[in-house]
Each structure stands twice: as structure tokens, then as C-alpha cells.
């Protein structure tokens, strides 16, 4: 009788994954990469929207737009990072490999969004100050800590989020078609460049699904010296947001997991 396979813990299958991710299934994030995602993303993607909401007659809307689209740029660094790990692992030939691993999938997956989400944070704060010093967004003197936590969470329910996309590609051919979809939902849908209540309510109710729709408005409220109430608030949706979305990612991955081995998907790329 053969000897079970040894598994190995679920705090050494984390830090391994989020070592080697960036230089494995991550390797696409090289320097030249992050340092445009961190400092050329976000402030060419606030300057074409600022100018669209100026020269449309909402002068009085840029800030608006400047912090929603700050915000947004979370989405290239956790979205698209994260999702497209499924077609770098078809790609180089080890998703079999993984699949049928001992490792503890939680800790695996989100051992890779280490990177990811450490990206997003610097992506976020690099955004806002942007909007303070080259915008001048109004900024209150006592948010630090409130919009520390809000970009944080934010962060952290947009990787979820990521996981969650990645999950569903791995029973797709590609990634990229998906993450582009959701890339642009978030724009329309998550109150980054009008108010929601602008949509039609079906569109309100798909907006408040998305995790950037509460990010965005916590760091708007957090901004703006709102009570701890209203920013407890949003942090809790926010939250929410992101445990569904982990929740979510680890039963999708689990479920197409079965589902790509029977097809033959998962190792079509």
C-alpha cells in the first residue's frame, strides 16, 4: 500500500506562492510594468476623464470624476494580475500539475495575491495624491486613517474579485475578454465617473454588487471627513464584498475545477 501524499501547511503553501508568484504565474509584472501601473495609469487615465467631465460643461464634477477613476485604477493591478494567472498556468503547461496538488487552494490562490494587492495599494495611494496636489481635491486633515482603511479594503475585495473572474476563466480559453469586460463594467457601473442614481435601477442594483462601487465611495467619504458611522458603514459593504468574493472564488475554482478536467479545458489555451 502506498504512503499518503505529504501535504504541505497551508502557511508554507501561502509565503511560497507569494514569493515565486511574480517571477512564475505573475511573471508578466516585470519592474517597468508595476512602475507604470503604480505612476502612469492612473494619471493619464484621471487626466482624459477630467477633461472629458470639463470640457462637457461639469466643471464643478472633475474632482468627482479625479477620485472616482483614482480608485478604479485598483482594477489593472487586481483584476487583471490575479485573473490572468489561469492563462499564464495553461500557457506554460502546469494547471494539471496544480490542480491535482495537495495544497490547500485558499492559501494558494490568495498566497498569489499578495503582489497584487501590496500593487494596488501603492496603484490607489499614488492616485490620490495625484488628485490632492495635481487636481486639488479637497482633502481633510484627520482622514489618514480613515482612508488608510478604506483603500486597504478596497484592495483587498478587488483581488477577491480577481480570484473570483479567474475562477470562471479557468473554464474559458481566455481571461483577457473577461477582464476587459468587468475593466469597463466598473467604469459605468460603480459610480467612478456619475452618481449611480443617474442609472436606470436595474443598473443600480448590478452597480451595488460590485466591490469598487463601495471602495470608491468609502475613499469619497473618507476624503470628505464623513462620521465614523457613515464610513463604518461602507467599510462593512465593503467587507462583504470581499469575503463573497473570496467565498465565491473558492467554490467557482472548485466546481470548474471538476468541470475543466472532464472537458479537457484546462489545458487548452
Not at 465617473?193 to 436606470?200: E, G, V, Y
Not at 464610513?231 to 468541470?259: N, P
Request: glycine fraction near 8%.
Amino acid at each position: 500500500m502506498t504512503e499518503p501524499a505529504l501535504r504541505p501547511s497551508i502557511a508554507r503553501t501561502f509565503w511560497v506562492n507569494a514569493i515565486f508568484a511574480p517571477r512564475t504565474s505573475l511573471g508578466f509584472m516585470r519592474l517597468d510594468f508595476v512602475l507604470g501601473t503604480i505612476f502612469i495609469i492612473p494619471f493619464t487615465q484621471m487626466v482624459f476623464f477630467a477633461f472629458v467631465a470639463s470640457l462637457s460643461g461639469m466643471a464643478s464634477a472633475v474632482a468627482f470624476v479625479v477620485v472616482g477613476n483614482a480608485v478604479a485604477t485598483v482594477t489593472y493591478s487586481s483584476v487583471f494580475s490575479v485573473c490572468q494567472t489561469t492563462d499564464n498556468e495553461k500557457e506554460a503547461g502546469t494547471m494539471e500539475h496544480l490542480l491535482v496538488s495537495p495544497a490547500n487552494r485558499f492559501a494558494l490562490y490568495f498566497g498569489r495575491g499578495v503582489v497584487p494587492i501590496l500593487t494596488s495599494l501603492a496603484t490607489v495611494t499614488v492616485a490620490l495624491v495625484y488628485a490632492v496636489e495635481v487636481f486639488h481635491v479637497p482633502f481633510s486633515s484627520g482622514a489618514y486613517v480613515d482612508l488608510g482603511v478604506s483603500i486597504v479594503l478596497t484592495a483587498l475585495a478587488m483581488v477577491g474579485f480577481g480570484l473570483l473572474l479567474g475562477g470562471v476563466a479557468l473554464y474559458l480559453r481566455t481571461s483577457i475578454i473577461l477582464g476587459n469586460i468587468f475593466l469597463f463594467l466598473g467604469l459605468l457601473l460603480s459610480g467612478a465617473n456619475f452618481p449611480l442614481s443617474n442609472l436606470p435601477l436595474p443598473l443600480q442594483y448590478i452597480g451595488d454588487l460590485l466591490p469598487l462601487t463601495w471602495g470608491i465611495a468609502a475613499v469619497r467619504a473618507a476624503l470628505s471627513g464623513a462620521p465614523l458611522s457613515t464610513l463604518l458603514t461602507l467599510w462593512s459593504y465593503v467587507a462583504i464584498c470581499a469575503v463573497a468574493s473570496f467565498g465565491l472564488a473558492m467554490a467557482l475554482w472548485k466546481t470548474f475545477e471538476h468541470r475543466a478536467l472532464s472537458t479537457g479545458s484546462i489545458a487548452r489555451f
